[in-house]
């Protein structure tokens, strides 16, 4: 049935006048989009009830920049313009905003999250849903500041619209203040990879990548050897950017490989509890097997070795010039190689800890990753749980089909590479102990290991067990016992 769209645009600036103690983010661009008739039924139907809005306003703020773009297309999309992803948001948001008779206000935050921090603290309610990095949200989170979404009508968090991985990872003591559906799209491309060169590892004899993956051979052992067999000097006896590395990257993946090996900082007990669990024999073994290739400056690169130069390209440009042969990094940056370089590119999942592993885990940048919160202010919670429920359902419907051809175009170079983006995204972990941060405890597990080329965990943890835990155990209060 053909769909008939038309779209009026109404653009508001909107001044509010503010308490002493809160400032509304600066330089902020306001658009309130009303979408017109869309015949067709999106088939991720919630089973939600009708209803009809009449016209009333999901008030939204995004961050300004996105690996997707300039200004996200996650939420807001004011015309079709070619762009697919734009226009499957476009799409979506025409569709359901004739349906429920709603407008979407898009907010631009040009400052920083305290700026919401603030207003939420001094009662204004401004925003109905605010999008931002996970780990820049989660700080804010214990601070009784947003709602559980559990607790928002209509919010289903079991529902495959919903990432599960953020909902089992994010929740403490059963609360869910921290939500990531099918709504965003930045933490999928904030997800981690390997990419390799097919050629190299053709010339290496290092045979068939791809059917090694499938056979759960693909382990960090495996890739260190690789690694070493890769690297070589170009001659001169110096350790430099012209040389032939195994291995490229920036010191933050360190991490991703111990996640990868199916270390955990925490896990939760039946009454979703965090509980430490970094301190294992195991941790001290993956960490041994890692700092082997990744701190070895003949075997491999890291962006922060080379600060003479431009160095957060460091990984990238060795990679477009044929000069590695690994690279771990965001999924993003394998659409960079693809589009500027020649290089024929494979994609991987990170490697496992041993062939016994049942599975290849990854994570995403929780730095960077979007997720979203509805401040604790926020009024109209029937409606704000509605869309946000059938935002998320109709996102999987419109949205993620084109995110994943896109990817899968992008990348697929070979008929197994959409096999293998499965598998990446089939199992991205949340850990809470990582996001939160307690006690410093990220850089005893890489940057101070790093910046020592030694494996000198067990006494890092010994010196900062109790700061976690106390650090943990606040956090665990703030959600069991909420203000």
Not at 65 to 71: D, E, L, Q, R, Y
Not at 133 to 150: E, G, R, S
Not at 343 to 356: M, N, R
Request: contains cysteine; glycine residues 6%.
């Amino acid at each position: 049935m053909k769909r008939i769209v038309s779209l009026i645009l109404l653009l508001a600036a909107v001044f509010v006048v503010l308490p002493a103690c809160a400032q509304k983010p600066a330089e902020e661009s306001e658009t309130t989009i009303k979408a017109a008739a869309s015949e067709s039924t999106p088939p991720n139907d919630p089973g939600l009830p009708d209803m009809d809005f009449q016209g009333a306003k999901l008030r939204t703020l995004v961050p300004l920049t996105s690996v997707i773009g300039a200004v996200p297309t996650e939420i807001y999309a004011d015309s079709m313009n070619g762009e697919s992803l734009n226009d499957a948001a476009f799409s979506r948001n025409s569709y359901l905003m004739e349906k429920y008779d709603f407008t979407i206000v898009h907010t631009v935050l040009k400052d920083n999250l305290n700026t919401v921090k603030m207003l939420i603290l001094s009662g204004n309610d401004e925003y109905d849903l605010v999008v931002g990095p996970v780990k820049n949200i989660a700080v804010m989170a214990p601070n009784t500041l947003f709602y559980d979404l559990n607790e928002l009508p209509y919010i289903d968090m079991s529902r495959d619209w919903w990432t599960q991985g953020a909902v089992t990872g994010l929740s403490i003591a059963g609360r869910n203040y921290i939500g990531v559906s099918d709504l965003m799209l930045d933490d999928k491309q904030r997800t981690f990879a390997t990419m390799f060169n097919k050629s190299t590892a053709d010339n290496l004899g290092i045979g068939n990548l791809y059917e090694l993956v499938d056979e759960g051979g693909w382990t960090i052992e495996k890739m260190e050897q690789m690694i070493r067999l890769a690297a070589h000097d170009n001659g001169d006896g110096k350790i430099g950017l012209d040389d032939t590395f195994g291995m490229a990257s920036e010191h933050s993946s360190f991490i991703t490989y111990l996640i990868g090996c199916g270390v955990r900082p925490t896990s939760k007990d039946q009454d979703d509890i965090p509980v430490l669990t970094l301190y294992s024999e195991k941790t001290i073994d993956v960490i041994d097997r890692v700092l082997g290739f990744f701190c070895d400056k003949s075997l491999s690169a890291m962006a922060q070795d080379y600060k003479d130069t431009d160095y957060w390209d460091t990984a990238g440009n060795l990679f477009k010039a044929g000069r590695v042969l690994f690279v771990t990094g965001p999924i993003s940056w394998a659409q960079d190689y693809i589009a500027n370089s020649t290089v024929d590119t494979g994609v991987l999942p990170l490697p496992k800890y041993d062939e016994a592993q049942a599975e290849y885990i990854t994570m995403t940048q929780y730095n960077h990753a979007h997720s979203f919160v509805v401040p604790l202010t926020a009024k109209n919670t029937e409606m704000i749980g509605f869309l946000i429920e059938v935002l998320s359902a109709a996102s999987r419907e419109y949205v993620m089909p084109e995110y994943y051809a896109k990817v899968k175009s992008r990348y697929v170079l070979d008929n197994d590479t959409p096999r293998m983006l499965d598998i990446i995204f089939g199992n991205v972990i949340y850990d809470v102990g990582l996001i939160y941060n307690w006690g410093g405890l990220s850089a005893a597990i890489s940057t101070n290991l790093i910046s020592q080329r030694a494996n000198t965990f067990a006494s890092e943890y010994a010196m900062i067990e109790k700061v976690i835990k106390n650090a943990m155990n606040l956090t665990i209060e703030s959600y069991t016992n909420p203000n």
